[in-house]
C-alpha cells in the first residue's frame, strides 16, 4: 500500500459535515467496543453486523456510508484484537484492554461513498454526511488520478492541527529497475551521527530537529504557564501541536530522501535491529526526536528495498560497537569512547565506523551468496 496525501480545501459547513462523520466514526467504534464488553464470544463479523443494526436505530448513523460503517466497527476489533494478542503472547505489563475512544480525528471510508474527478484536483462524498465536493491541494508530483480508480483501497479525512487532510491508499506495487553499483554497506544509527556507513560516511543529524527541539520546549513552557480554560490555553495549544506536525513532516521528508538515497547508491544494506521503543523511553525530548526519526527511516529504508529488490537486512546489535572489524577481539568502551583503539591488532577508527563494518559483516555471514 502507499499512501498519497492531499491537503483539502472547502467551506466551513463542509468543515463541520467532516466532524461529523468523524463523530459518527468514534459513536460506532464505541458502540462496537461496549457490545463486545457485554456480549461473551463476539467476533468480528458480529461487529460488522452490529452497523446495519446501528444505522437503524440512529438516523445520523444511516447518514454515513455503509463501508465507512463497518470499517469504524473493525477499528474496534482492532482495538479488541490487538489485546487479545497481548493476552496469548503474554506481553509483560498492560494488556491494553479496549477502552472507549474520545478524541477520534479521523473517519476512513473504502471503495464506495467517494468520487474522484479524472483532472486529480477534486473528491466529492456521495454518503448523506453532506461533504460534497471538496478541492485537493497536493505537492508536485503527486498525481493520485494515474492510478485507476480500482486500485484506490482506502480514503480517509484526518483533521490535523493545520486543517483537513485526505490520505488515498493505493494498491500498487511500485517496482523500480535498480542500477547495480556493486556496493554493499552497514549503518550504524548514533546520536552524535544520525548515521555513519561502513565506508565512512557520515549523515549528519539535521539542524531542524535541534531547531525544532528549542522551539517544542519553550512552546510547552508557555502553555504551562498559562491558566486552566483561558483564551490564552486554546491559543498555545494550538500552536505547540501546529510546532509537533511540523517537526513530524520535516522528520518524515529527511528519513524518506536519507533512505531513498542510500538504496539507489547500494546493493545491500545493513542496519541495526534497535529496539525503538525502548529507546524513546527517555527524558530529553533531543533524544526522543532522533529515535522518531531512526524509526521512519528504516521504515523507509526497509520500503525502497522492496521498491528495487535489494536485500535490506536488520542485524542484533550486540557487541557491534565493541568488537574489533579487524580482528575481531572485544574491545570494552564506555558511550563517551569515540574511537576504537584494538589493543590486539592496533587497529585504529571511529567508534561508528567501526560498529557499521561489524553490522555489514553480520549481515552477510547470514546471506553466504553474497559474501
Ligand atoms: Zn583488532
Keep these: 500500500m502507499m499512501i498519497y496525501e492531499y491537503k483539502l480545501a472547502g467551506n466551513q459547513a463542509q468543515y463541520a459535515a467532516i466532524e461529523?462523520?468523524?463523530?459518527?466514526?468514534?459513536?460506532?467504534?464505541?458502540?462496537?467496543?461496549?457490545?463486545?464488553?457485554?456480549?461473551?464470544?463476539?467476533?468480528?463479523?458480529?461487529?460488522?453486523?452490529?452497523?446495519?443494526?446501528?444505522?437503524?436505530?440512529y438516523g445520523f448513523a444511516a447518514r454515513l456510508n455503509s463501508q465507512a460503517r463497518q470499517?469504524?466497527?473493525?477499528?474496534?476489533?482492532?482495538?479488541?484484537?490487538?489485546?487479545y494478542d497481548n493476552c496469548k503472547q503474554h506481553t509483560p505489563g498492560k494488556k491494553g484492554y479496549p477502552r472507549f475512544q474520545h478524541d477520534n480525528r479521523s473517519v476512513e471510508y473504502k471503495t464506495t461513498g467517494w468520487r474522484l474527478e479524472a483532472d486529480g484536483k477534486h473528491i466529492t462524498f456521495t454518503d448523506g454526511c453532506g461533504i460534497g465536493r471538496l478541492r485537493l491541494i497536493g505537492n508536485k508530483g503527486q498525481r493520485i488520478e494515474e492510478y485507476p480508480v480500482k486500485l484506490i483501497k482506502r480514503v480517509r479525512i484526518v483533521r490535523r492541527a493545520d486543517g483537513y487532510?485526505?490520505?488515498?491508499?493505493?494498491?500498487?506495487?511500485?517496482?523500480?529497475?535498480?542500477?547495480?553499483?556493486?556496493?554493499?554497506?552497514?549503518?550504524?544509527?548514533?546520536?552524535?551521527?544520525?548515521?555513519?556507513?561502513?565506508?565512512g560516511e557520515t549523515v549528519a543529524n539535521p539542524r531542524h530537529l535541534r531547531t525544532a527541539e528549542k522551539r517544542l520546549k519553550?512552546?510547552?513552557?508557555?502553555?504551562?504557564?498559562?491558566?486552566?480554560?483561558?483564551?490564552?490555553?486554546?491559543?498555545?495549544?494550538?500552536?505547540?501541536?501546529?510546532?509537533?506536525?511540523?517537526?513530524?513532516?520535516?522528520?518524515?521528508?529527511?528519513?524518506?530522501?536519507?533512505?531513498?538515497?542510500?538504496?539507489?547508491?547500494?546493493?545491500?544494506?545493513?542496519?541495526?535491529?534497535?529496539?525503538?521503543?525502548?529507546?524513546?523511553?527517555?527524558?530529553?525530548?533531543?533524544?526522543?526526536?532522533?529515535?522518531?526519526?531512526?524509526?521512519?527511516?528504516?521504515?523507509?529504508l526497509t520500503y525502497y528495498g522492496q521498491v528495487h529488490d535489494i536485500p535490506v537486512i536488520a542485524v542484533e546489535p550486540a557487541f557491534t560497537t565493541q568488537d574489533c572489524s579487524a580482528c575481531g577481539h572485544?574491545?570494552?568502551?564506555?558511550?563517551?569512547?569515540?574511537?576504537?583503539?584494538?589493543?590486539?591488532?592496533?587497529?585504529?577508527m571511529d567508534r561508528d565506523h567501526n560498529a557499521a563494518v561489524n553490522i555489514l559483516a553480520k549481515a552477510l555471514v547470514s546471506c553466504p551468496e553474497r559474501s
Excluded: P, Y
Design 218 to 300: 519553550r512552546l510547552h513552557r508557555r502553555l504551562s504557564r498559562t491558566q486552566k480554560n483561558s483564551k490564552n490555553r486554546t491559543k498555545a495549544r494550538k500552536k505547540l501541536a501546529k510546532a509537533h506536525l511540523k517537526v513530524q513532516r520535516q522528520r518524515e521528508d529527511f528519513a524518506r530522501k536519507t533512505a531513498n538515497a542510500l538504496v539507489t547508491s547500494s546493493d545491500f544494506i545493513a542496519f541495526e535491529n534497535l529496539k525503538i521503543r525502548n529507546l524513546v523511553r527517555n527524558r530529553h525530548l533531543s533524544k526522543s526526536i532522533s529515535d522518531a526519526a531512526w524509526g521512519r527511516f528504516r521504515t523507509w
Design 165 to 199: 487532510f485526505v490520505q488515498f491508499a493505493v494498491q500498487a506495487e511500485r517496482h523500480i529497475e535498480h542500477l547495480s553499483t556493486g556496493k554493499q554497506i552497514g549503518i550504524d544509527l548514533g546520536l552524535k551521527e544520525f548515521l555513519t556507513t561502513s565506508e
Design 71 to 83: 470499517a469504524a466497527a473493525d477499528r474496534a476489533w482492532a482495538a479488541i484484537s490487538r489485546f
Design 20 to 57: 461529523e462523520a468523524i463523530r459518527v466514526t468514534q459513536f460506532i467504534r464505541n458502540k462496537a467496543v461496549r457490545l463486545w464488553m457485554d456480549t461473551r464470544g463476539i467476533n468480528r463479523n458480529d461487529l460488522q453486523c452490529s452497523c446495519a443494526q446501528l444505522a437503524k436505530d
Design 330 to 348: 572485544r574491545v570494552k568502551k564506555s558511550l563517551s569512547v569515540r574511537t576504537h583503539m584494538c589493543s590486539r591488532c592496533g587497529l585504529v
